[in-house]
């Protein structure tokens, strides 16, 4: 059974630093990421990383945002500085599993980030 459990949420100040950590179990996964969804809008995507740890990133998060994986540990992580009020929302881990030919989407249960004074 596929599981992602996310951590590192919280309440941070504009200009500050947060950082995501997502541990997944049950399977081996070819890309892994995280997402967000602001109140109101459309989940979106922040960042990926895949196996190899290529990377993408929203424009909206570049050269603020890291992501990155620890294959050993099934885990991904996302290092956010510089945050922005713009930044809030619910963040989502996300692993993508192929198996004969099929592409599998697992989500995690998100986590609030909210960045305000």
């Known amino acids: 059974q596929v599981q992602l459990v996310e951590s590192g949420g919280g309440l941070v100040q504009p200009g500050g630093s947060l950082r995501l950590s997502c541990a997944a179990s049950?399977?081996?996964?070819?890309?892994m990421g995280w997402y967000r969804q602001a109140p109101g809008k459309e989940r979106e995507l922040v960042a990926t990383?895949?196996?190899?740890?290529?990377?993408n990133y929203a424009d909206s998060v570049k050269g603020r945002f890291t992501i990155s994986r620890d294959n050993a540990k099934n885990t991904v992580y996302l290092q956010m500085n510089s945050l922005k009020p713009e930044d809030t929302a619910v963040y989502y881990c996300?692993?993508?599993?192929?198996?004969?030919?099929?592409?599998?989407?697992?989500w995690g249960q998100g986590t609030q980030v909210t960045v305000s004074s």
């Open positions: 990383v895949g196996s190899s740890s290529s990377t």
């Open positions: 996300r692993a993508d599993r192929i198996m004969v030919m099929t592409k599998y989407i697992y």
């Open positions: 049950g399977s081996i996964f070819s890309v």
